[in-house]
C-alpha cells in the first residue's frame, strides 16, 4: 500500500541567487540563463515515491519560493509558516547573499518557525569564481542551525536532486519523531 504524504518546503534568500532555477532543474531538468524576478512567491509541486522504514510512500513536494527582492518583504511572512523545511540559497559569488541568510533571512523566518525545523544551505553557482571562503558558509551554517550545506550549480546541474533528497528525508526523520512525542506526551 503506498502511503500519501505532502510537505511544505519554502525557499528563501537573496534575489537572483538562484531560487526558481533550482526548483526548475529539480522539477523540470531545465534551466534558463535570463533572470526573471519571481514576483511575491511561486509555489512549485513535484510527486515522487520514497521508501522510508519499508513502507512506500507518494510524497507531494510543495515548493514555495518567496522572492528575493525587497519590494516583497510585507506579504512574506505568510509563506513561512506551516513549512515542514527550509532551504536557503546564497549565490557562491557574491559573499554577501550568505552573510544575507545569517543577519537577514534567518532571523526574519525564525518567528514563523519551530526552531529545530530541518533547514539546509545551498550554496548556488558553484560553476563560477567563488568569493566566500568554505570555513564561512560552515560557521553560517552551523549558526542558523543548518543540518548541513551543500554546493551546487542549477546550471550545470551539480548537486541540485542531492540536495532535495536530502531534505526530504531529514524531513520524514522529523515528522516521525514529531509523531513520537505526540504518542508519548
Ligand atoms: N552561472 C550560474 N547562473 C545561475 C545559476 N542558477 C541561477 N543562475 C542565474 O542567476 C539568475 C537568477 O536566477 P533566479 O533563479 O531567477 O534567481 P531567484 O533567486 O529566483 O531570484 P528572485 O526570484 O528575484 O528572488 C538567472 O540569470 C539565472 O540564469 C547557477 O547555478 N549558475
Ligand atoms: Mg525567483
Known amino acids: 500500500m503506498t502511503n500519501l504524504v505532502k ?3 519554502s525557499i528563501i534568500g537573496d534575489f537572483a541567487t538562484g531560487k526558481t532555477s533550482l526548483i526548475r532543474r529539480y522539477i523540470d531538468n531545465a534551466f ?18 520514497i521508501t522510508h522504514k519499508n513502507k512506500q510512500y507518494l510524497v507531494s513536494v510543495n515548493l514555495y519560493e518567496v522572492a528575493g527582492q525587497d519590494r516583497w518583504q510585507t506579504v512574506r511572512k505568510t509563506y513561512y509558516s506551516g513549512s515542514q523545511g527550509l532551504i536557503f540559497v546564497g549565490d557562491l559569488s557574491r559573499k554577501r547573499t550568505f552573510h544575507q541568510i545569517r543577519d537577514f533571512w534567518h532571523v526574519d523566518s525564525k518567528d514563523y518557525i519551530p526552531s529545530d525545523l530541518p533547514r539546509i544551505i545551498l550554496a548556488n553557482k558553484c560553476d563560477l569564481q567563488e568569493d566566500i571562503e568554505d570555513s564561512e558558509i560552515r560557521e553560517i551554517s552551523n549558526h542558523i542551525h543548518a ?7 542549477a546550471k550545470e546541474n551539480i548537486g541540485v536532486n542531492k540536495a532535495f533528497i536530502e531534505l526530504i528525508t531529514k524531513i520524514f526523520n522529523y515528522t516521525d519523531d514529531k509523531s513520537e512525542e505526540s504518542k508519548s506526551s
Do not use: M, Q
Not at 534558463?32 to 515515491?49: C, M, Q, W
Open 147 to 153: 543540518f548541513t550545506h551543500i554546493k551546487t550549480s
Open 7 to 9: 510537505f511544505k518546503i
Open 32 to 49: 534558463a540563463r535570463d533572470y526573471r524576478p519571481t514576483l511575491g512567491s511561486n509555489v512549485f509541486i513535484k510527486k515522487i515515491e
